[in-house]
């Protein structure tokens, strides 16, 4: 919508302005100030604001960034999270690590000073939000994308690592990796550290760990609309079913 076709928009639902408020209201909605108005715009200006509860989970998946609690992101702490080694991109030679690194940042980074801070981060998810109708479905994108644990029914989460752990002296179970971002690649690295991560979520008495059969889940929905989404997480749910990064981190397998 432009300035000029914006008054015929508004006739068409039988609203009548003068012409002071017609700029008014083309301004509030025209955000980036470009003289049109686009779709997201559009839908950013009726929607308004995110609410409290899609505020906090902004906020709880900045905290998973901002790993020293500044406020602020930089790439180094982005580094430590976002493993761009199943980047296409960075597979094929097309672009180095440190520049997937650098694209994936500049979607949040408004003022392109290479660091993301909490109102950039909050602002990137403003538009997404404007577009999402369910507080549940919004709830379940956040998780996964930043694989935070937890969650009930569809909201559950179904992107962190689970492992089976077999035990010396108990029956062995299947544990959700409560933090398994930033794992290292190198197989060996990243058992000893699982292992650590294990131990540090209270999993003790481990003679050893088993990757699990992964498998695509085919009963739920998965959010499509975000333009990162399946970069950052492996988009796969672990076999057998355990969905128990819900409301429980470990279920046990009895023979």
Same mark, same amino acid.
């Given at each position: 919508?432009?300035?000029?076709?914006?008054?015929?928009?508004?006739?068409?639902?039988?609203?009548? =302005?003068?012409?002071?408020?017609?700029?008014?209201?083309?301004?509030?909605?025209?955000?980036?100030?470009?003289?049109?108005?686009?779709?997201?715009?559009?839908?950013?200006?009726?929607?308004?604001?995110?609410?409290? =509860?899609?505020?906090?989970?902004?906020?709880?998946? =900045?905290?998973?960034?901002?790993?020293?609690?500044?406020?602020?992101?930089?790439?180094?702490?982005?580094?430590?999270?976002?493993?761009?080694?199943?980047?296409?991109?960075?597979?094929?030679?097309?672009?180095?690590?440190?520049?997937?690194?650098?694209?994936?940042?500049?979607?949040?980074?408004?003022?392109?000073?290479?660091?993301?801070?909490?109102?950039? =981060?909050?602002?990137?998810?403003?538009?997404?939000?404007? /577009?999402?109708?369910?507080?549940?479905?919004?709830?379940?994108?956040?998780?996964?994308?930043?694989?935070?644990?937890?969650?009930?029914?569809?909201?559950?989460?179904?992107?962190?690592?689970?492992?089976?752990?077999?035990?010396?002296?108990?029956?062995?179970?299947?544990?959700?990796?409560?933090?398994?971002?930033?794992?290292?690649?190198?197989?060996?690295?990243?058992?000893?550290?699982?292992?650590?991560?294990?131990?540090?979520?209270?999993?003790?008495?481990?003679?050893?760990?088993? #990757?699990?059969?992964?498998?695509?889940?085919?009963?739920?929905?998965?959010?499509?609309?975000?333009?990162?989404?399946?970069?950052?997480? #492996?988009?796969?749910?672990?076999?057998? /079913?355990?969905?128990?990064?819900?409301?429980?981190?470990?279920?046990?397998?009895?023979?």
């Amino acid at each position: 919508m432009t300035k000029r076709s914006g008054p015929t928009f508004f006739n068409c639902f039988n609203l009548r =302005f003068n012409a002071a408020e017609k700029l008014s209201l083309f301004s509030t909605f025209d955000r980036d100030g470009s003289g049109t108005v686009s779709y997201d715009e559009f839908i950013r200006g009726v929607r308004g604001e995110m609410n409290d =509860f899609r505020l906090e989970w902004v906020n709880k998946a =900045f905290s998973v960034l901002d790993k020293d609690g500044s406020g602020v992101v930089t790439t180094a702490e982005m580094s430590q999270t976002y493993d761009v080694s199943a980047n296409p991109a960075v597979q094929s030679g097309k672009v180095t690590p440190q520049q997937a690194i650098a694209q994936f940042m500049k979607h949040f980074d408004q003022n392109s000073d290479g660091q993301i801070t909490r109102e950039e =981060f909050t602002e990137n998810y403003e538009w997404v939000s404007a /577009s999402i109708d369910s507080d549940d479905y919004f709830e379940l994108m956040m998780r996964n994308a930043w694989h935070i644990a937890g969650g009930e029914g569809w909201s559950a989460n179904t992107s962190n690592l689970r492992v089976l752990v077999k035990h010396t002296r108990s029956p062995d179970e299947v544990v959700c990796v409560l933090n398994d971002l930033g794992l290292p690649r190198d197989p060996a690295l990243r058992t000893m550290e699982v292992v650590k991560r294990l131990k540090s979520q209270g999993v003790m008495d481990i003679a050893k760990i088993e #990757p699990l059969r992964l498998r695509r889940e085919s009963g739920k929905r998965e959010p499509s609309h975000t333009w990162f989404f399946n970069a950052i997480r #492996p988009g796969f749910a672990a076999d057998p /079913s355990s969905r128990s990064c819900a409301n429980r981190s470990r279920r046990s397998v009895h023979r």
